[in-house]
């Protein structure tokens, strides 16, 4: 594989640049794989790369109906985080938080992670103690927190409303100082590309029609292009989770919901980190190209539509301009829509099937971005081994039968109720 | 925006309205044994299908009556709204 370098775009440039290989190849599948991966999106490529890379597992194949990178791996608002207080998730998250401070340098490619901190701004006394608490469940995870004060909030983003008359004050916030952003789609071709390398077939629009199942045990998939055998598949679809739990016949503690994000008209830098509305539903940071970067709600019922409606937009907005009444002058650049494996707790599943050999990587809700390098570690893991690691051994299939729910924030599908 | 036929208003935005989620899914019968898969399915388990998909929504902002909708969830097309007594 071509190395990336200044030294190699030095090179490149003497002839206009025609010369790159290709990133990765274009195969016509084989008949068999050891492992298939169903669904060419972040955490499928992630999974292909640590299964070649930690396990030495290179005959695997991934299999996308459309294009890598096209789906919510490239629809987000690129936050990266590990601010939770249940320890399976902060464990979970801030092991994915050291795979993101090398994975610019790991795959050879600029994943642009950028760690400004994100603030979750609190509205009253009542929020403050909530976030005290969940900064000090952080801590003793071993991730960073800080308390902030209404002063020390107005010191980091001075352009937020902190005038006492508004409905939502700003009482303070809790910080992440490690978390940030990335480039959300350079992280889909930095882990394709080096799965390609390791000798990962990409099969591109190429949409799985049936699974072949005999004896409790799956054998393989017939695609758009054909049969092709496996001893195990992994299922990394995100929204299109349900689709193929039904081809399976399983019904799954998933909902898919349609939610947007929108990007206004670059603006000079305003805002470093990245700031969350705490009296509703608002997130927001600046680009590097300097958009306003902005999301919220879930449009709030069953969709597979990846284009949202305006009504939550300016839901959404509205929380906004509480916060920062700066954005009531800018235009809006684009509005876009992902489908959202919402699952019933909020928290994903990454786990083994009552059919051998089928693996299940589902139920990302709002944040399956930060989390792609250690879903793609774990859920390899639990492939190659046939077991889940320490890591995902919470994130169980049957938690919801047992009771062991992980409602970090008591949010699931439900948001209606919320 | 959608735009949703109450059957007791008429045609009315979506913002009067909630959604109220799946209306196949059925409550174990009271009062009898209930198994732990049949209440998984009451409780967690959805077939969020693509498609027609048979719904609940409530007028929030309206005459507050819960009802039944059949949406498209790709398109979102409203084929036919009912009251909560009748069937679809």
Redesign the interface.
């Known amino acids: 594989m071509q190395k990336y370098s200044v030294f190699s775009l030095i090179k490149n440039a003497f002839t206009d640049h025609m010369n790159w290989d290709v990133a990765w190849k274009d195969p016509t599948p084989k008949k068999e794989y050891d492992v298939i991966i169903i669904g060419g999106g972040g955490h499928g490529l992630a999974t292909a790369y640590y299964l070649a890379k930690e396990h030495n597992i290179t005959n695997v194949a991934i299999i996308e109906k459309g294009w890598i990178g096209g789906g919510n791996v490239g629809r987000n608002t690129t936050i990266i985080r590990s601010n939770f207080m249940y320890d399976a998730n902060g464990r979970f998250n801030e092991f994915g938080m050291d795979l993101w401070r090398n994975l610019s340098q790991e795959l050879n490619f600029n994943v642009m992670f950028s760690p400004r901190g994100i603030i979750n701004l609190a509205h009253s006394d009542a929020q403050m103690n909530a976030y005290a608490r969940r900064g000090n469940s952080m801590r003793l995870n071993g991730i960073d927190a800080v308390l902030l004060n209404r002063e020390e909030v107005k010191k980091i983003i001075p352009m937020a409303d902190f005038s006492e008359d508004v409905r939502f004050p700003i009482f303070g916030g809790l910080m992440q100082p490690s978390a940030g952003t990335a480039r959300h789609d350079a992280v889909a071709w930095g882990y394709a590309r080096q799965a390609d390398s390791m000798g990962v077939d990409i099969i591109q629009h190429c949409e799985v029609e049936a699974f072949n199942i005999s004896n409790g045990k799956i054998t393989g998939v017939r695609t758009s292009k054909g049969q092709i055998n496996a001893k195990k598949v992994g299922l990394c679809v995100a929204g299109s989770t349900n689709i193929l739990a039904e081809k399976l016949n399983m019904t799954l503690p998933i909902e898919t919901h349609c939610l947007q994000a929108c990007v206004s008209e670059p603006v000079k830098p305003i805002l470093d980190g990245v700031v969350t509305f705490g009296a509703g539903h608002f997130y927001i940071s600046q680009s590097d190209k300097g958009e306003m970067v902005m999301g919220g709600d879930l449009d709030g019922y069953n969709s597979y539509a990846q284009r949202g409606n305006l009504p939550t937009i300016q839901h959404v907005l509205t929380g906004g301009l509480a916060v920062f009444p700066f954005l009531s002058r800018l235009k809006m650049l684009r509005t876009w829509g992902g489908i959202m494996d919402m699952s019933m707790d909020g928290s994903p599943i990454i786990d083994k099937t009552h059919i051998d050999g089928l693996y299940l990587n589902c139920g990302w809700c709002y944040g399956g971005f930060k989390s792609t390098p250690v879903s793609g570690w774990t859920f390899a893991h639990t492939i190659a081994q046939d077991r889940p690691h320490e890591l995902n051994s919470e994130y169980s299939l049957n938690r919801f039968s047992t009771g062991h729910l992980l409602d970090e924030k008591g949010i699931g599908t439900k948001t209606w109720i919320g | ?2 735009h949703i036929k109450c059957p007791f208003c008429g045609m009315r ?3 009067e309205f ?5 209306a196949s899914v059925k409550r174990p019968e009271l009062n009898k044994e209930v198994t ?2 049949d209440w ?2 009451f ?8 498609g027609k ?1 048979l ?1 609940l929504w409530h007028h929030i902002s309206g005459c507050r009556q819960w009802f039944k909708v059949e ?1 498209d ?4 097309e409203i084929f036919k709204t009912a009251k909560m007594s009748d069937e679809i």
């Open positions: 925006m959608l935005s979506q913002n909630a959604y109220g989620g799946d732990d898969k998984d399915d409780v967690y388990n959805r077939k969020s299908l693509r998909h719904e949406r969830t790709a398109t979102h």
